[in-house]
């Protein structure tokens, strides 16, 4: 049941972030991240992973607001070519799901590969849709450099998950 509400509470806050700007997102990722400490972590140690992922956002993210592949209204940007506070909530939210509702891709990096070259690219679609980001054009081409990302990106996730000894005993690969 805690990696279906996992899910769910990430879905919430996905959409808190999208619709709600920065401080909605910093408000509601700060009292998910409060609940997930308090009744979904395992280990103390997941923070590294949620520190890891903020890092992968800054890096990531800000990479492609760097060489054009995002881009967003000049009164939406606070830092230069830094991610929304919104887009990196949402890294750092993402980093809570790996122990939990993603544990199935527990040494299936070729699956987490496929579902990080899919997922995300949706997920990264919607959101220019509900917000102030635009892709470069050709966009198709924008959401494949999203993609290519994101099928690295989730296999590094479930690999420190494992690294780290973060999922449960009741985790075991299938």
Same mark, same amino acid.
């Given at each position: 049941?805690?990696?279906?509400?996992?899910?769910?509470?990430?879905?919430?806050?996905?959409?808190?972030?999208?619709?709600?700007?920065?401080?909605?997102?910093?408000?509601?990722?700060?009292?998910?991240?409060?609940?997930?400490?308090?009744?979904?972590?395992?280990?103390?140690?997941?923070?590294?992973?949620?520190?890891?992922?903020?890092?992968?956002?800054?890096?990531?993210?800000?990479?492609?607001?760097?060489?054009?592949?995002?881009?967003?209204?000049?009164?939406?940007?606070?830092?230069?070519? =830094?991610?929304? @506070?919104?887009?990196? +909530?949402?890294?750092?939210?993402?980093?809570? &799901?790996?122990?939990? !509702? #993603? %544990?199935?891709?527990?040494?299936?990096?070729?699956?987490?590969?496929? =579902?990080?070259? @899919?997922?995300?690219? +949706?997920?990264?679609?919607?959101?220019?849709? &509900?917000?102030?980001? !635009? #892709? %470069?054009?050709?966009?198709?081409?924008?959401?494949?450099?999203?993609? =290519?990302?994101?099928?690295?990106?989730?296999?590094?996730?479930?690999?420190?998950?494992?690294?780290?000894?973060?999922?449960?005993?009741?985790?075991?690969?299938?």
């Amino acid at each position: 049941m805690k990696p279906l509400m996992n899910a769910v509470m990430f879905q919430g806050v996905w959409f808190a972030c999208v619709l709600g700007g920065n401080t909605l997102a910093l408000i509601i990722t700060s009292v998910y991240l409060f609940l997930h400490d308090h009744y979904f972590m395992n280990k103390r140690s997941e923070w590294r992973l949620v520190l890891l992922f903020f890092l992968l956002g800054v890096l990531i993210d800000g990479s492609f607001f760097h060489f054009g592949i995002f881009s967003s209204s000049a009164d939406a940007q606070y830092f230069g070519n =830094l991610p929304p @506070i919104w887009l990196l +909530c949402l890294w750092v939210s993402v980093a809570t &799901l790996f122990a939990h !509702s #993603l %544990a199935f891709l527990r040494t299936r990096y070729y699956l987490s590969a496929m =579902l990080g070259f @899919i997922g995300p690219t +949706c997920s990264y679609l919607a959101g220019v849709k &509900l917000t102030g980001i !635009s #892709l %470069a054009e050709p966009w198709w081409l924008s959401l494949f450099a999203v993609a =290519l990302a994101w099928s690295l990106i989730l296999p590094v996730g479930v690999y420190y998950c494992e690294k780290w000894a973060l999922y449960s005993k009741e985790d075991k690969p299938l």
